[in-house]
C-alpha cells in the first residue's frame, strides 16, 4: 500500500485488495488517518472488495455509514465503465452530488471533490 499527501488528502493506492468488509473498512481508515492525519482519503477502486459494488449486498452501504460517522471525506477513482447496474450509477450519481462520498476516475479528480 502507498499513500501520498497531495492537498491535505491522503491518495491511497494498493494492489491488495484493502477493503473487505466494515472491519477491514474502519482499519483502513485509522490507520491512515493517524499516519498521514488527514480525513480525506482516495483509494484506488481495485483495493475494494467486488462484493461492495454490488448494491444489494448492502456492503457498500454500511461501509460508507463508517466514514460518514468518522466525518472523514472518501474518494473511489478508477474505471466503472464495466458496470451496468442501474442502481449502481443511480448511487454513484448520487454520492457525487454530496458531500462526503465520490466515485471519480483518477487521483486528481478525487483530490478536486475531496477538497470543495
Known sequence: MQTKIVNEVAIVKSSEM?????????????VVKYETNCNKIALNKEAIVEDFF???????????????????????Y??????????????IYESNNGKNIFFVENEEEAIRKLNE
Open 78 to 91: 478508477g474505471d466503472y465503465s464495466k458496470y451496468t447496474s442501474q442502481p449502481l450509477k443511480d448511487f
Open 18 to 30: 484493502v477493503i473487505k468488509d466494515v472491519e477491514s473498512a474502519i482499519d483502513f481508515m485509522m
Open 54 to 76: 454490488i448494491l444489494s449486498t448492502g456492503i457498500a452501504g454500511e461501509i460508507l455509514q463508517k466514514f460518514i460517522t468518522y466525518q472523514i471525506k472518501f474518494a473511489i
